[in-house]
């Protein structure tokens, strides 16, 4: 049975990410700050493993690892994350709002991932996914402001990057994948894709993922996004 560990899975993507990998058998760790919603459990059992992880708190990462006891994994989906400030001008950023986005965009994922490598190293699959942004594009600028979440998702694009290189040598894939804006609830715009179909997109990507994939950043209907 191949093994899942998803990062943010207490909501939207990354919950329908759970859902789905339960769906077809796999086993799912969720890996979340609250406890998961008591019904996912009830409906998949003991294919749905649930542990708590805060991106903010870097011992958070050691427990969460700890309590996987060397578990093998195939597939590392790290969907927790800040977007941060809505278009705040230079001017209004301080310190203490910069330092948690930061942390939870960049080190928190790589943190995480040093600590899963000898995990995925046992997996038969090896492949380690952050969700990224078209935010961390600089040749495809398309919006202003936004300084924090922008830097912090270059960095992680960079981070990823150094890490498929890093890890080539053990078979390890190292992917960045956009979501895109999608809808959350039906009151959201109708013309968007649901948490359902990204999820499902998500998936596909990461089924047909290979050595040319990895380092780079994609759009999950396999759009490539440029630096």
């Known amino acids: ?11 939207g993507l990354g919950l329908q990410l759970a859902i789905q990998y339960a769906t077809i058998g796999w086993e799912v760790i969720v890996a979340c700050s609250d406890p998961l919603d008591t019904r996912l459990s ?16 870097e011992s958070s990462a050691r427990s969460l690892v700890d309590c996987l006891d060397g578990r093998a994994i195939d597939v590392v989906i790290l969907n927790e994350g800040i977007s941060g400030e809505d278009g705040l001008p230079p001017e209004a950023i301080t310190l203490a709002h910069w330092r948690p986005i930061m942390v939870a965009n960049t080190f928190a994922p790589l943190h995480l991932a040093s600590l899963l490598e000898p995990n995925l190293r046992k997996g038969e699959l090896k492949i380690l996914t952050a969700v990224s942004s078209h935010a961390a594009s600089i040749s495809r600028f398309q919006e202003p402001r936004r300084f924090a979440y922008r ?11 150094n890490l498929s290189v890093e890890w080539k040598s053990w078979g390890c894939i190292c ?10 609830s039906n009151a959201d715009d109708q013309g968007l894709p649901d948490t359902d179909s990204v999820a499902a997109g998500f998936r596909s990507f990461i089924a047909a993922a290979n050595r040319e994939h990895s380092g780079r950043h994609w759009v999950y209907d396999g759009t490539p996004i440029p630096w």
């Open 1 to 11: 049975m191949p093994t899942v560990l998803i990062t943010g899975a207490n909501e």
């Open 42 to 57: 009830d409906k998949f059992g003991e294919l749905v493993i649930d542990l708590r992880y805060n991106a903010l708190k």
């Open 151 to 161: 830097a912090s998702q270059s960095a992680l694009n960079q981070m990823w990057r």
């Open 175 to 184: 992917l960045l994948l956009e979501p895109g804006k999608f809808r959350v």
